[in-house]
């Protein structure tokens, strides 16, 4: 079965910094899709970027990216430009895909702050 | 946009009464999903349907079932309400991949706050 760790529950960014939220996870495939969710306080949960196991090439959104090392099986999502919305809570999710019936693997979260 | 729509956001009910979450999605998406949240835990997969009439067990069915009469309607059920089953609960949907290359998103609802008493 696979894990999703997120190993710090909470952290704190000034506005317009950078803050960087860590993830790893467990798995023996080889093909596999990794994902990072927002979920602000109003509290619909919302895709923020996802990376595909199989590009090498770490996927960016706007001022989101993330660090894939895939021998080290390590996801991080930095944010850039901090913004006050921002403020949410953040879920690293794994997918193994498996035909029609693909499932998440979601860590625990972390919640992020950003101080005006 | 996607729109996942759940019923209601906050419910209230008394313990061993037997409760009823709906969901129901715009996008004729096959797939659709109930999760729990709770602090500290992230979110489980309760229970999930590829096709209507079908379901699957997730990491945490026990004390719940589930009913997908049309395509576009997901429904979790408490059997018998236990103060453990105090919880958000979560609706998602996607499409299905077609392919172990493809990749479809997982859309959700607002959730249910869900007190037993």
């Known amino acids: 079965a696979q894990t999703v760790t997120q190993s710090q529950p909470e952290m704190s960014v000034q506005e317009a910094e950078t803050v960087t939220l860590s993830c790893t996870y467990d798995?023996?495939?080889?093909?596999?899709?990794l994902f990072w969710y927002k979920q602000p306080p109003s509290r619909q949960m919302i895709l923020v970027i996802r990376?595909?196991?199989?590009?090498?090439q770490n996927a960016t959104e706007n001022r989101f990216s993330v660090n894939f090392q895939k021998a080290a099986k390590s996801f991080s999502l930095k944010i850039s430009d901090s913004q006050l919305g921002d403020t949410a809570m953040y879920f690293c999710?794994?997918?193994?895909?498996?035909?029609?019936?693909?499932?998440?693997?979601f860590g625990k979260g972390i919640t992020l702050s950003v101080r005006p | 946009d996607v729109k996942v729509t759940q019923s209601s956001r906050y419910l209230v009910k008394r313990t061993g009464e037997k409760v009823f979450l709906e969901c129901v999605q715009d996008?004729?998406?096959?797939?659709m999903f109930w999760y729990r949240q709770d602090p500290g835990l992230g979110l489980r997969l309760i229970y999930f349907?590829?096709?209507?009439?079908?379901?699957e067990k997730g990491d945490i069915p026990e004390g719940y079932s589930v009913s997908r009469e049309k395509k576009e309607r997901f429904s979790l059920i408490l059997e018998s309400a236990s103060t453990n089953q105090t919880s958000m609960y979560l609706c998602?949907?996607?499409?299905?991949?077609?392919?172990?290359?493809?990749?479809?998103?997982?859309?959700f609802g607002d959730g249910t706050r869900l007190s037993i008493l």
């Open positions: 990376q595909e196991a199989y590009k090498q």
């Open positions: 349907s590829y096709d209507v009439k079908m379901k």
């Open positions: 999710a794994f997918m193994n895909p498996s035909g029609a019936n693909s499932k998440l693997t």
């Open positions: 996008m004729d998406h096959e797939n």
């Open positions: 798995t023996s495939e080889s093909n596999y899709y």
């Open positions: 998602a949907s996607s499409l299905p991949d077609r392919t172990r290359y493809s990749n479809q998103p997982q859309h």
